[in-house]
Each structure stands twice: as C-alpha cells, then as structure tokens.
C-alpha cells in the first residue's frame, strides 16, 4: 500500500440496512472504527449502477479519512484477515473486492468470530450485542402449511434450451465443497416414516448437506435415516444446522471405534494416492494425526472447510495432511486454513492432482534436503513423497471415521 499507487473498488451488489447494522455492530469491535470506516468509505467509492469504482490513489484515502499509510494498511489488513476485503495487484494496480459480511447467526454461531468479539469486549457487552438480533421463534407446531409451488400456480412449458454466461449483479452464495454422489438418495428417503417425507427432502441445500454428512462421517442409508428421524420434530420440520450436530452426536456415540478400510485401485503409487486423497474422508485425516482431545471441534472445522469452499475435497485433504505435518498436529482455526486454501488458488493448485504434485511432493522434497545434503540423481527422479504414502497406507486400516 504506497501513497502513489493507483487503486479501484468492486463488489458484488450492495449491503442491505441489516448487514451494515452487522457491520457495526459485531465486526467493528474487532475490526476497529478505523476499519469500518475504510470500509464504509471503499464502498461509497463504487456507482450504484455497476459496483465498480472510479480509479484513486492511496493518498485520496490518507487525505480523505485523516491517516497515514502505515494505520490505513493495518486496518485494511484487518478487514482482509476477516474476509471483509479480498485484494488483487497487477502492475502496481491495487483492486480491492468488498465482500459481504455474515449473517448475525452466521457470525455469533462461527467458531472463530463468535468466540473472538467475546474475547475482545467480554461476556457482558457480548450478550447485550447478540440481544440486539435475537428474534422470538414463532411457534408453527399447531398450523398447516398450505403453501402453492410454482407448478401450482403457473402453467410452464419450455420452448428451448436457456443458456446465458453473461455476468450480473447479484451475491454468489458459495455451495461448498464439490462432493460426489455419496448415498443412494431415494433408498434414504425409503427409510423415512412417512411423515418426514416433507418438501425439503429435494431441496437442493438439503441434498447437499446429507450427502456432505455422510462422506464426512461414514453413514450408511440406514444410519443417516437414523440420524434425520432424530433430528426432525413431530411434523417432518427440520433444522439443517441441528441435523449437523445431531450427526456429529451419532458419530461419537456409535461410529468412533468402526474400523475403516479405504479403497485403491492397482495402480501406480502416485495414482493410489491421488484416489485415496479423492475418497477419504477429511475427518479419518484429523482423527488419526490431530493433536488432542478435540473431535467436536474438529469435525466442526471440517464441515465448515467443506461448505465454505467450493473445490474438490482431495484438496481439502490434502491442505489438511499439508497443515498437520508442518503444525506438528495442531490444526489450526478454520481462517487460517482458508488463508492457506486461498494461497494455493492464487498458486493455481485447484485440483487433488495439482495439490499432490505440487504442494506434497515439495513437501517430500524438503523433508529430503533437510535429512542429508547429499542427494543422487535417483532420488531427484522420485518424486513420490513417502510420507503422503505412509500416512494414506496407516490411513487404510485405522480406526477413527
């Protein structure tokens, strides 16, 4: 960040009353008012019509909110670390993308954040601030919903083919972790008592999300029926949230000690253990090589690195091996593992393979150079990291998912 040097603004549309309130309200303890305050002013900066800014220079900034550069950069190095600001440079350009804040549930219920603004202004002012967005749970049980779909109402009938890959306005909601297939759906909702069979069954974030638990957890059809029946109330209404911590309770209290055997293919080394990077669950990789008595937490991580970023989960396996052989175990909050995630998308590394090849076998390497200085054209040519192999080999036969 250097006084002469150009930047400019986007964003994705514009914050509602309710997320500027968020804003000032919950991030701007941790943030500081100088922080809100440049990010109030980067985002008045954009038009209205197309959320992109004009270009300025950093001393625009120092001029207009009365700071020098050094107390600009630590506010905007705050907003990044809260994933308030996300910045590109080119050519000494600087584009800053503001990005949208968490919901007040979403922000109070985050393991990090929620935990952090605690921290920072203690339990008392903590509880009178989340006082301010708790709302009073209507209580539903006694009425019918006699809600019309769309095929209800209207009559639609498709003339062609709807393809548009222009660009508009409007948030991306992230859908998470790309997981394949993982469970025979309609076999699961067999299971069912005819009473949870309810609408939100299909619902495609519903979908989604039992088919994360059950690669996260290892749940058989019968088990994740298991699961969802206790979690749904009388009248089939379900909590997608609760239907979380109702998996991780059932994984605790009946899978902990199931054996798992993992599945590879006769195949080369470095093919087996880019498919079983691919197949495993993340949570088999924390449970055996996670330092400490913290499978809740853990698992919670785990979930929360899935559905919040969208790529494969071989690469999330891989980050994971990555963090916990450089951390000696220790996993980190999940900010910093997304710090980490972000810096191999911006390296390129977007698939299992890029991560194995590129990240893990400089891993391999380094681990070479460090236990002899000596090193023969052999052991260049052999790039299959042997401890990636050790660890998925143990990873086969452990007890832990």
Known sequence: MKLKQTF???????????????????????????????????????????????????????????????????????????????????????????????????????????????????????????????VEKIDLSEYKQVTKNFDDVFNFVSTENHHDNKTYLGKNNNRGAKISKQLDYEKFIELLPDRLKKPILMAHHTQDTIQKLVFVYGFSAEEMAEVYKLTADANGRLDLGNLAFKAQSYYEDHKKDDMVVAETKDQNEEMEAIISLKK????????????????????????????????????????????????????????????????????????????????????AQNKEKESSSKSTSKSKKNLNPEWIQSYLDELNNIKGL
């Open 8 to 134: 400019s603004v986007i964003t994705q549309s514009a914050l509602s009353s309710d997320e500027w309130k968020v804003l000032g309200l919950l991030y701007q303890p941790i943030i500081g008012t100088l922080g809100f305050s440049l990010y109030h002013t980067l985002y008045h900066l954009l038009n209205q019509k197309n959320y992109q800014s004009e270009t300025f220079q950093h001393q625009f900034l120092v001029d207009l909110l009365g700071e020098k550069i050094d107390k600009l950069k630590a506010a905007k190095d705050k907003l990044e670390a809260i994933s308030l600001l996300d910045t590109y440079e080119l050519n000494e350009h600087i584009i800053y993308q503001l990005k949208s804040p968490l919901s007040p549930r979403g922000f109070i219920k985050d393991t990090v954040l929620g935990q952090f603004l605690k921290t920072e202004v203690g339990p008392k002012m903590f509880g009178q601030l989340t006082d301010v967005f708790r």
């Open 280 to 363: 495993m669950s993340p949570l088999q990789i924390v449970a055996k090589y996670g330092k400490g008595d913290y499978q809740s937490m853990h698992s919670d991580t785990v979930m929360q690195l899935l559905d919040r970023n969208q790529v494969e989960v071989g690469v999330i396996n891989a980050l994971l091996l990555h963090i916990l052989k450089h951390k000696e175990g220790e996993l980190p909050h999940i900010n910093y593992l997304e710090k980490v995630l972000e810096t191999w998308m911006k390296m390129g590394i977007r698939t299992t393979e890029d991560a194995y090849r590129l990240v893990l076998n400089n891993d």
